[in-house]
C-alpha cells in the first residue's frame, strides 16, 4: 500500500520548536519533490515547504522563511520539517505530499494541488499558551 505518514505534531507553547516527519510506505521518495502543507480552521489549504530528492533544492513560502527548515533522509525514505520560534497562526493540520518537482511548486506557489501524487493524512500542530 503506497502511503505517506505524518508525525511529531502536538501542542507547543508560542516561541517553542516542533518537529514533524513525513516517512513513506510502499514507494521511494528518491524520485519525488516532496512538500509540507497546512490548513488552518476556516482556511485554505496553503504550501509552507519543500524538497526535492533529486538535488536537494529547497522552496520556503514567507510565513515559513527563517523559521522552518526542511531535510530528507534518503535511507530512512523520510522528510523532516523543523519548525522553531512558532507563532499561534501556525495552529493548522499539516500535510506532506509527494508529486513531481513542478506539480508541487504548483501547489506551494499557485494553490493547484490536482497534480499531486500522495498525500499523508496530516498532522496537528497547536501553538497556544
Known amino acids: 500500500q503506497l502511503q505517506l505518514v505524518e508525525s511529531g505534531g502536538g501542542l507547543v507553547q508560542p516561541g517553542g520548536s516542533l518537529g514533524l516527519s513525513c516517512t513513506a510506505a510502499?514507494?521511494?521518495?528518491?524520485?519525488?519533490?516532496i512538500g509540507w502543507f497546512r490548513q488552518a480552521p476556516g482556511k485554505e489549504r496553503e504550501g509552507v515547504s519543500c524538497?526535492?530528492?533529486?538535488?536537494?533544492?529547497?522552496y520556503y513560502a514567507d510565513s515559513a522563511k527563517g523559521r522552518f527548515t526542511i531535510s530528507r533522509d534518503s535511507a530512512k525514505n523520510t522528510v523532516y520539517l523543523q519548525m522553531n520560534s512558532l507563532k499561534p497562526e501556525d495552529t493548522a493540520d499539516y500535510y506532506c505530499a509527494a508529486g513531481s518537482h513542478g506539480a508541487i511548486l504548483a501547489g506551494m506557489k499557485r494553490r493547484y494541488y490536482d497534480g499531486i501524487n500522495y498525500w499523508g493524512k496530516g498532522t496537528l500542530v497547536t501553538v497556544s499558551s
Open positions: 510502499g514507494f521511494t521518495l528518491d524520485y519525488y519533490t
Open positions: 524538497i526535492s530528492f533529486n538535488d536537494g533544492s529547497t
